[in-house]
């Protein structure tokens, strides 16, 4: 086996092949159309040789490293040796019972809890493929802006890594994740503005100072490293897809994430099948529901939601997450602050997972659809538990 079988890029919107061994992040044409406060254009997305991995697969153990191993986009060698992902995956008839009790039947509900990575989120997954594309290029920092998961993940991943985390982090960020981002030694920037502000002044920082920008999908790696879950929750079904992911959305790199590894997956003709996500939004925060559905792109006009990991005005992925969900036929529901809230305390009392409330986004969105009829009662559905409880606790429950 090869140590790594990616060969480069590919704009998703233009679809300008490109190649780079140093550091890359939009198309050099459609990423100068970009302006700070809108989604990103020019998003890259990673390929990789198929039809080799397609043959290595069929010559090796099919086992989790193995696959990981051959749509990584960078060699093993330079991950930091902390353990990340390999998250449980698991049948919940509990919560089966639970949706049933209040009408609504879905025989065969998943959890897939990402909340148990070190940071507490699906976020360390991103990190960690950015710490080791940084220590592959030799770089002696890498730099983010995050309301949060990001942030935590990256003080966490740069520590394991011994290298320095630079984190531009906007007012309102939840103490919690400030408090994971100071215990880690990452240097923490508080911008005195929103995140685009925040945003904006980390590509400051590197165009001035150098480093890797870890910012959410504005470097290809950071769905790369999203990517695994799907590959994960393909091992750990028995090489099966199942028939819908719920993952709850901000800025939609996720929900990318998630189905690039199963695109990957299906390129590489290890499966035929691609799942469909359903994409679960705050109502004030419907960016990227509010675009699939109209097809016209407006920000959200105020996000003002408990959920805060998914409270985005401009998400960045918003282009490639709209073009996906045509293409694997997902659909994409709003929930209220009321029902994430109600959805947090089922989750935790029916299955003993204590999410985050964005996290709890997806039970939300779950029983949406189940009522609307767009999930039927046979079909495989795994519920992406996003982030850990403890980083936003309401202490006056
Ligand atoms: C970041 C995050 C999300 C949303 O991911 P996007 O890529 O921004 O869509 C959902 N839940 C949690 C806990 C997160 O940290
Ligand atoms: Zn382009």
Redesign the pocket.
Known sequence: MKDTYFTGYKCIDCGKTMHSTGIIYLCDICGKKYKVGEPLIGVLEAYYDYDKIGEEWEKCDKNLSNLLQLFSPVAVEYFPEIPVGNTPFYQSLRLSSFLQNKGMNLESVWIKND?LNPSG???DRASYTMTAEAKKLGVDKIVTAST???ASALAAMAAAAGIKAVIFVPAGAPPAKIAQIKIHGAELIKVDGDYDKAFAQSLEYTAKHGGLNRN??YHPFTIEG?KTVSLEIFIQNNYKVPEWIV???????????VYKGFADLKRAGITDKMPRLLAVQADSSDA?VNYWESNKYRNAIKPDTI?D??S?SA???ARW?RKLMIETNSKGVLVTDEEIMTAQKELAQTTGVF??P??S?SLAGLKTALKNGIIQPTEQTVLLI???GL?AVNFNL
């Open positions: 909340a989120s699906l976020k949060g998961n990001a959410t999908a999203k993952v709850p959305v901000g800025d939609g790199v996720i929900l990318t994430g990227i959920a990991s998914i985005v998400p960045s992925n997450a999410a985050e964005a996290a986004a996003t982030g850990h980083k």
